[in-house]
């Protein structure tokens, strides 16, 4: 069964510091998606990265996914207050019917 | 510009009273998953639709029913609420290829009183 998790669960920081997320798979997955959730709303696509090595950028985040060691990591550079929220990696199964299983979250604060 | 759309925003169901929640998509996409997010919990996946064929979670509780009509519609059946059911609810699209990533629509929230 495929297990997909997170550290850390919870993330304080302040401005303009650098930080990064990490994500843990358990089954191989050629599939990994990261998403943001602000609170009472439904989840917004960053990154689809869908090969080894693969490396995504958008504005203060980068995504890579490193398929062999089977983790993902999402790196937030000078974080400003924008970017709190909760953030998801997501697996997708290579077999059956495909199935995309969350991780169990990221929930960011970033401290003016 | 094509979407996920769900009904209603919000639901107010008592214990006990069955509640359908609806899903509908303009994306042609042949995959269509169920989704429930507890307050500070990860999306759990509850059943998912690969064109017609319906797939069940294991640890889906029987509760839950679902129902894809047609390609664009799917909709998700509580039978009977209970307290522990709300949540919200996530309808979500995708193709089978991946290469893109779940369409997600803006979600229900579901109180039960």
């Known amino acids: 069964e495929l297990k997909v998790e997170q550290n850390p669960l919870f993330l304080s920081m302040q401005e303009g510091k650098n930080y990064t997320i990490y994500c843990n798979y358990s089954?191989?997955?050629?599939?990994l998606y990261w998403y943001r959730q602000d609170p009472g709303k439904s989840l917004e696509s960053l990154f689809v990265?869908?090969?080894?090595?693969a490396v995504k950028q958008e504005g203060r985040l980068m995504a890579s996914l490193d398929t062999k060691a089977r983790l993902s990591t999402l790196h937030i550079t000078a974080a400003v207050h924008d970017l709190s929220a909760t953030y998801f990696c997501a697996v997708r199964t290579t077999s059956g019917t495909y199935k995309y299983i969350f991780g169990t979250g990221t929930r960011l604060k970033v401290l003016a | 510009d094509a979407m996920v759309i769900q009904n209603p925003r919000y639901q107010v169901t008592q214990f006990g009273k069955p509640v359908t929640l609806s899903c509908s998509q303009t994306?042609?996409?042949?995959?269509m998953y169920w989704y429930q997010q507890k307050s500070s919990q990860a999306p759990k996946l509850l059943f998912h639709y690969y064109d017609k064929d319906f797939n069940n979670e294991a640890d889906t509780p029987d509760n839950f029913q679902s129902r894809r009509p047609n390609t664009s519609f799917c909709f998700l059946d509580i039978r009977s609420p209970g307290l522990g059911d709300a949540a919200m609810y996530l309808c979500?699209?995708?193709?089978?290829?991946?290469?893109?990533?779940?369409?997600f629509g803006n979600g229900t929230r579901l109180t039960v009183t």
């Open positions: 990265l869908l090969s080894n090595g």
């Open positions: 089954t191989t997955s050629d599939r």
């Open positions: 979500a699209t995708s193709t089978d290829r991946g290469l893109s990533p779940l369409h």
């Open positions: 994306l042609n996409h042949n995959v």
